[in-house]
């Protein structure tokens, strides 16, 4: 299952985003914000990290107005890799090499179609492994300072 958030910015892309998934049958659960109205993004990306950190969710989708700051606020979650992505080959690479199990689009950078093109890039990839375990090893000992 597929953990999807947004703020206030981000929100148009995520609905369609949720309509994409249906239409790949990728089931999926919206944590939010469900309005245009202006909320703090740290607020949104909250809950989805929760519910990838818990297992709840195997991954997660967060969206804001440029994607940058609902991506820091992601990545201070312990165990959250999460990964701005505004074009398909760094998508594809982020799972590949830093299996990132948040990503991260900016609502008012990237286009609708673009957007699916990214999301399904990152969906179809497969972490690869082997020497990248240890630096990923190494990204999450940095929570422990
Ligand atoms: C909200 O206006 C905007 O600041 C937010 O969506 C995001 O772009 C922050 O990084």
């Not at 299952?1 to 985003?17: C, N, P, R, V």
Request: proline share 1%; with cysteine.
């Amino acid at each position: 299952m597929i953990a999807i958030g947004s703020d206030h910015g981000g929100y148009e892309l995520k609905e369609h985003i949720k309509k994409h998934l249906e239409a790949i049958g990728e089931e999926y659960k919206d944590y939010g914000t469900y309005s245009e109205d202006s909320v703090d993004y740290p607020d949104c990306a909250a809950p989805v990290c929760k519910a990838v950190q818990d297992g709840t969710a195997d991954k997660g989708i967060l969206i804001c107005g440029t994607g940058i700051g609902i991506s820091m606020a992601a990545n201070k979650h312990k165990g959250i890799r999460a990964a701005l992505c505004s074009d398909v080959y760094s998508a594809k690479m982020t799972k590949v090499h830093n299996n990132a199990n948040v990503i991260c689009l900016g609502g008012r950078v990237t286009g609708r179609e673009l957007a699916f093109m990214i999301v399904d890039a990152w969906l179809n990839a497969e972490f690869e492994g082997g020497r990248h375990e240890q630096r990923i090893a190494k990204i999450h000992k940095i929570e422990e300072q």
